[in-house]
């Protein structure tokens, strides 16, 4: 008898993403319109059929094929490469992380539509008033 865990485990994959993405249960149920106790017995699962599968990897915003070969192991050599290459770090960012846009122009865009927001509530009310 082994006593060595099944590698191909889906349902604790899912639970290990699940954790890694700072997500509880009860919101994956959410946003997959299920319940936290069928999130429990999938993840107790050690398969599931393909289109749930699919569902879940859509709610967790990871691939099906990350799901089906996620690894500890992988995770680990995964981040290590952030502290342990340092040509990736010589000019002081990896290159393969650059940030495509700026993030202070988001903030202002976001700003600009929470006062636009402001503005036409306002003006609805302002006519509300005066049709009374």
């Known amino acids: 008898m082994s006593t ?8 604790r994959k899912i639970s290990r993403i699940r954790e890694l993405r700072d997500m509880k249960q009860e919101a ?5 319109g299920t ?9 107790n699962s050690e398969t ?9 990897a859509k709610a967790l915003g ?6 089906k070969s996620f690894s500890e192991e992988n995770m680990i050599n995964y981040f ?16 393969n992380h650059q940030c495509t846009f700026n993030p202070l122009d988001k903030v ?14 306002v003006e609805y009310l302002e006519k509300l008033l005066k049709e009374k």
Do not use: C, W
Not at 4 to 11: D, E, L, R, S
């Open 4 to 11: 060595a865990t099944k590698p191909n485990h889906i349902g």
């Open 28 to 32: 994956l149920a959410y946003a997959m």
């Open 35 to 43: 319940s936290q106790q069928t999130i429990s017995a999938i993840e």
């Open 48 to 56: 599931i059929d393909e289109d749930k599968l699919i569902e879940i």
């Open 62 to 67: 990871v691939t099906v094929e990350a799901i």
């Open 80 to 95: 290590n490469t952030f502290n342990d290459s340092q040509g990736n770090f010589g000019d002081g960012y990896n290159s």
């Open 108 to 121: 202002v865009e976001l700003y600009e539509r929470l006062v636009q927001a402001e503005k036409d509530k």
